[in-house]
């Protein structure tokens, strides 16, 4: 069964940078796309940035030029990293990670993002 969890969600002020991970374990991780995607109060879920098992990456038109994805793997856990930088208001939500693994889809249990002053 495969686990995904996500760490480093914080309050950080407009401007401000912040990392968060996701590591997944469970799995052999042949061949596995993963993702960050959020929720903001009262939206609904919405993709922020998706890497294809074949490593292409794909980030949503309010985050391009922000955030920036990056994978690693050590001992069959597969990390997921979002660095997010130039943070605003409108970044604030939970966000969660997303891995799809053999035709499956994962979900971490989510960690909060606050942007404010």
């Known amino acids: 069964q495969v686990q995904v969890a996500e760490s480093g969600g914080d309050l950080v002020q407009p401007g401000g940078s912040l990392r968060l991970s996701c590591a997944a374990s469970?799995?052999?991780?042949?061949?596995?796309?993963m993702g960050w995607f959020r929720q903001a109060p009262g939206k609904q879920r919405e993709l922020v940035a998706l890497?294809?098992?074949?490593?292409?990456?794909?980030?949503a038109d309010s985050v391009k030029g922000r955030f920036t994805v990056a994978r690693d793997s050590a001992q069959n856990i597969l990390y997921l990293y979002l660095q997010m930088s130039s943070l605003k208001p409108e970044d604030t939500a939970v966000y969660y990670c997303n891995v799809v693994d053999n035709g499956s889809q994962y979900w971490g249990q989510g960690t909060q993002v606050t942007v404010s002053s």
């Open positions: 890497r294809t098992g074949g490593g292409r990456v794909v980030y």
């Open positions: 469970g799995s052999d991780f042949s061949f596995t796309a």
